[in-house]
């Protein structure tokens, strides 16, 4: 007789489109979800293409003429229901990012509470998208007023379930635009939960859709006509794909990608706040943040520092206060830059390599790794690694450390750790990043100001939040009149 094999069990059933408000089946083939903490299977998505994603354009074009005509402060109403069920349902939509995504409790609250604060701008935009008026000859007036771009995509990455969606969800939708969300196919759940508490918060169907897949459907998503504008935030190589497709499909674009952070530590720098700032900042989220400190430039006498750093990463452990990565694919990947690194001279001072977590062997632990004396040329210095490794270059001053920063094609975010007005200022003129942090070792704009890097982190004008996102997410119209018969003719009107 045949073997056969034992039936798999996965938690939750799989993860399915959403389109016109309701649940569908894409048409293409599934792909397993891992749990990344324990590597057992988790669920299943589809892997949509073109007629999944014509179907949810479909949908979205159906909803626009009824949605963008609501006024604005009719729309915001959505998103504060909206952002009280994100409080009602806190703890679980985090532990639902924990289990697909791996990152800790606290991480996973933390991504929840920064969605609630990103659903907060949207519900202020009222007060802020108000148009301008000018007479600007006798009896003639001008006058801008924001519309909706029209269907728009937006395709997000692993690393955020949660929060990158709500980069873009609640001002595209509040400016009146209706969205189809891409999410990743490493963690299509949250993404079903954000459909159902829009549902619950009063959304029409149609104007918010989810459709799941990878390489297939981001392709059709730049390709179709109906979409008028597309975010992505991934990786550089993806984001240039999707910038030249969907520009070249002339659509509007903003494609934001990697990143490979430095953090410029002067000697004078207060231990304790800097070591513990740089830990975190290297291994939050396991080191798998756009915003993650990837090298520490060490300037001149700060051999104390380094010293603090590496007892301070001690402290971080594998399956207490460090998730997994997502992967085994990332787990090689991080594994082979430590060892390269090592076998070109750099001297390991942590290493979380071949990290099992008891009762989790099966999960994707890299620990918190340290290098000294990598050397700026070393591709642990210039490439992204994405992992809790922290490469730590040495620099003989300041001028030196800015000039290893300069380099990098990348260019997210920068900080400067010293207790020196002057020597802030004059790295953050200097930084060549979009993002700058002064004592601060993750310095995520918050809201209302705006998140975007610089070079090959971001492709394309504008920002993806805050006030920035605006005139992404809209179109003005100049309009010009006259009613008063006295007030004559000029050279314009
Ligand atoms: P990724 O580029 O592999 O995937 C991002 C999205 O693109 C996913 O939805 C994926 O399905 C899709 N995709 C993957 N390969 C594709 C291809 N060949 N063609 C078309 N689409 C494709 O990125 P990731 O691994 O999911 O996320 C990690 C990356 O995202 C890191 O590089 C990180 O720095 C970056 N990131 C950047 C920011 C930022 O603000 N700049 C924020 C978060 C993450």
């Given at each position: 007789?045949?073997?056969?094999?034992?039936?798999?069990?996965?938690?939750?059933?799989?993860?399915?489109?959403?389109?016109?408000?309701?649940?569908?089946?894409?048409?293409?083939?599934?792909?397993?979800?891992?749990?990344?903490?324990?590597?057992?299977?988790?669920s299943q998505v589809t892997l949509s293409s073109a007629p999944d994603l014509d179907a949810a354009v479909r949908a979205a074009q159906e909803a626009l003429p009824a949605w963008s005509a609501r006024p604005i402060k009719e729309r915001v109403q959505v998103f504060y229901r909206y952002r009280s069920l994100l409080e009602r349902d806190f703890a679980a939509l985090a532990a639902l990012i924990t289990e697909e995504h791996g990152?800790?409790?606290?991480?996973?609250?933390?991504?929840?509470?920064?969605a609630i604060e990103l659903t907060e701008f949207a519900c202020s935009l009222p007060q802020i998208v108000t148009g301008e008026v000018l007479e600007v000859s006798r009896g003639v007036e001008c006058r801008t007023d924001r519309h909706p771009v029209g269907v728009v995509a937006s395709i997000v990455p692993f690393n955020f379930?949660?929060?990158?969606?709500?980069?873009?969800?609640?001002?595209?939708?509040?400016?009146?635009?209706?969205?189809?969300?891409?999410?990743?196919?490493?963690?299509?759940?949250?993404?079903?939960?954000i459909a159902e508490l829009l549902t619950e918060a009063g959304l029409p169907a149609g104007v918010f859709?989810?459709?799941?897949?990878?390489?297939?459907?981001?392709?059709?998503?730049?390709?179709?006509?109906?979409?008028?504008?597309?975010?992505?935030?991934?990786?550089?190589?993806?984001?240039?794909?999707?910038?030249?497709?969907?520009?070249?499909?002339?659509?509007?674009?903003?494609?934001?990608?990697?990143?490979?952070n430095h953090l410029l530590v002067l000697p004078d720098a207060d231990l304790e706040m800097t070591s513990s700032n740089v830990v975190a900042s290297m291994s939050g989220c396991t080191g798998q943040r756009c915003m993650a400190a990837s090298v520490m430039v060490a300037v001149g006498g700060t051999d104390h520092i380094v010293r603090r750093?590496?007892?301070?990463?001690?402290?971080?452990?594998?399956?207490?206060?460090?998730?997994?990565v997502i992967s085994q694919e990332a787990r090689d990947r991080i594994e082979r830059y430590v060892r390269e690194a090592e076998q070109a001279g750099a001297t390991v001072l942590l290493d979380?390599?071949?990290?099992?977590?008891?009762?989790?062997?099966?999960?994707?632990?890299?620990?918190?790794?340290?290098?000294?004396?990598?050397?700026?040329?070393?591709?642990?210095?210039?490439?992204?690694?994405?992992?809790?490794?922290?490469?730590?270059?040495?620099?003989?001053?300041?001028?030196?450390?800015l000039a290893i920063e300069n380099a990098s094609s990348y260019g997210n975010a920068a900080a400067v750790f010293t207790e020196s007005g002057g020597l802030a200022r004059y790295v953050t003129e200097r930084a060549g990043a979009g993002m700058i942090g002064v004592n601060v070792g993750v310095p995520v704009p918050r809201e209302p100001f705006s998140f975007g890097g610089w070079n090959d982190s971001k492709f394309g004008v504008g920002d993806i939040t805050g006030h920035g996102s605006i005139e992404f997410w809209t179109r003005t119209k100049k309009t010009t009149t006259k009613w008063n018969r006295d007030a004559g003719t000029n050279w314009m009107s």
């Open positions: 007789m045949p073997a056969t094999a034992a039936p798999v069990s996965r938690k939750y059933p799989p993860a399915l489109n959403f389109v016109a408000g309701r649940f569908v089946a894409g048409g293409g083939s599934l792909l397993e979800v891992l749990n990344p903490s324990d590597g057992a299977p988790l990152k800790t409790r606290a991480e996973a609250e933390a991504e929840i509470a920064k379930p949660s929060m990158v969606p709500h980069w873009t969800i609640p001002n595209a939708i509040a400016l009146g635009n209706c969205l189809v969300l891409k999410p990743s196919e490493q963690v299509p759940l949250s993404a079903g939960r859709n989810v459709v799941h897949g990878g390489r297939e459907v981001v392709e059709a998503i730049c390709d179709h006509p109906g979409i008028a504008a597309v975010t992505f935030v991934g990786s550089t190589r993806v984001a240039q794909l999707v910038y030249r497709r969907g520009t070249a499909n002339l659509k509007r674009v903003l494609a934001l990608g990697g990143a490979k750093v590496v007892e301070h990463a001690r402290a971080v452990v594998p399956g207490q206060n460090l998730g997994p979380g390599r071949s990290t099992v977590v008891p009762g989790r062997e099966g999960g994707f632990y890299v620990g918190p790794t340290v290098l000294d004396h990598v050397r700026p040329d070393m591709a642990i210095a210039r490439e992204e690694v994405f992992g809790p490794v922290l490469a730590i270059v040495r620099a003989k001053n300041v001028d030196q450390a």
